[in-house]
């Protein structure tokens, strides 16, 4: 790891202590309704990208229930934003860029360089295997684009990738969006990192299958 991944993730780390340490005086029940978390027995119980976690309400700390060991850094990170964030708003059904999110105009280049241009390089327009790997992480298909998936990040935070084809005028192109509520559930910087986190596991089920029909030839 160089220099400037070591002071990123040191920074990452200090911020994540700090939302911690500020959640250990909220109400627990209160923090349980905002986030769709279930509380019970000292812990919240709750699911990110349709895995079951379990976090302690005296660190903060979130353990992967199905093997019982502590989550991943950036998971951590985006469950601790999450958890300080949330205020309890509904979900409301209207999908919204990474440009309209506060601040959101400034980043929203380099976002989409790492998110849907990413995705657009990789699957291009192979929709049958966007599919596959959006149907291997719980994605359900919606009905506008040309192909496009709802996943459920977090229980009050979806996100969708739209797919829509080129033709004559316009290249092929994949893009995240969010519901219009996310800014009630996640700073826009965590919002950056989720889309990451969306992007590197579709591409990492296409590399997937990729290889298993590599060596099934």
């Known amino acids: 790891m160089n220099t400037k991944n070591k002071a990123s993730e040191s920074g990452l780390?200090?911020?994540?202590?700090?939302?911690?340490?500020?959640?250990?005086?909220?109400?627990?029940?209160?923090?349980a309704k905002n986030t769709g978390a279930e509380y019970r027995n000292g812990r919240y119980i709750l699911e990110i990208w349709n895995k079951p976690v379990s976090i302690a309400d005296d660190d903060f700390?979130?353990?992967?229930?199905?093997?019982?060991?502590?989550?991943?850094?950036?998971?951590?990170?985006?469950?601790?934003?999450?958890?300080?964030?949330?205020?309890?708003?509904?979900?409301?059904?209207?999908?919204i860029s990474f440009r309209e999110l506060p601040d959101g105009q400034f980043y929203a280049t380099a976002f989409q360089s790492y998110t849907g241009d990413r995705l657009t390089a990789s699957f291009g327009e192979d929709i049958e295997s966007f599919a596959r790997?959006?149907?291997?992480?719980n994605g359900l298909?919606?009905?506008?684009?040309?192909?496009?998936?709802?996943?459920?990040?977090?229980?009050?935070?979806?996100?969708?990738?739209?797919?829509?084809?080129?033709d004559?005028?316009?290249?092929?192109?994949?893009?995240?969006?969010?519901?219009?509520?996310?800014?009630?559930?996640?700073?826009?910087?965590a919002c950056a990192v989720l889309g990451s986190m969306l992007t590197r596991q579709l591409l990492t089920h296409k590399l997937?299958?990729?290889k298993t029909e590599s060596k099934n030839s």
């Open 141 to 166: 298909a919606q009905p506008f684009g040309d192909a496009a998936f709802y996943f459920q990040a977090l229980p009050r935070v979806p996100v969708a990738v739209v797919c829509w084809l080129g």
């Open 61 to 95: 700390i979130a353990i992967d229930i199905e093997n019982g060991i502590p989550c991943d850094n950036l998971t951590q990170a985006m469950l601790a934003y999450y958890m300080h964030t949330s205020d309890g708003a509904p979900v409301r059904d209207d999908w």
């Open 133 to 137: 790997a959006s149907e291997k992480l």
């Open 13 to 31: 780390e200090r911020q994540v202590d700090s939302l911690r340490t500020e959640l250990l005086s909220r109400d627990k029940f209160s923090l």
């Open 168 to 189: 004559e005028d316009f290249p092929t192109s994949f893009r995240l969006l969010f519901d219009d509520s996310i800014k009630h559930h996640l700073p826009t910087d």
């Open 208 to 210: 997937a299958k990729v």
